[in-house]
């Protein structure tokens, strides 16, 4: 049983930054996907960023460039480094893993954290 436990969401002014963070238990892979979807209210849940085991990468196009996937395998734990945030970035961020490869749909992926909400004004 697959658990995934974040941290690190909050309020921000546009321009700043926010750190979320991801530590999963539970799996038995050693080669699998991690990453994050957000949702706003009246849209589905979408992309923001994968990595796999080896370190592909990837990004939601509205991300441009200004935020950074990292996995520490040590720790089982995924971060989201995000710089100048704007207000389009606020949402519920949530964590997600799959065993072996990353898709960019969300009906992918069938284990998900409990979500930490990230609000930019």
């Known amino acids: 049983h697959v658990q995934l436990v974040e941290s690190g969401g909050g309020s921000v002014q546009a321009g700043g930054s926010l750190t979320l963070s991801c530590k999963v238990s539970?799996?038995?892979?050693?080669?699998?996907?991690m990453g994050w979807f957000r949702q706003v209210p009246g849209k589905g849940r979408a992309e923001v960023a994968t990595i796999r085991a080896h370190g592909m990468t990837s990004f939601g196009y509205f991300v441009e460039g200004r935020f950074t996937i990292s996995l520490d395998s040590a720790e089982n734990t995924v971060y989201l480094q995000m710089n100048n945030l704007k207000p389009t970035d606020s949402g519920m961020y949530y964590c997600?893993?799959?065993?072996?490869?990353?898709?960019?749909?969300?009906?992918?992926?069938?284990?998900w954290g409990q979500g930490t909400q990230v609000t930019v004004s």
């Open positions: 997600v893993w799959r065993d072996y490869l990353c898709y960019p749909g969300a009906e992918e992926y069938k284990d």
């Open positions: 539970g799996y038995e892979y050693s080669s699998l996907c």
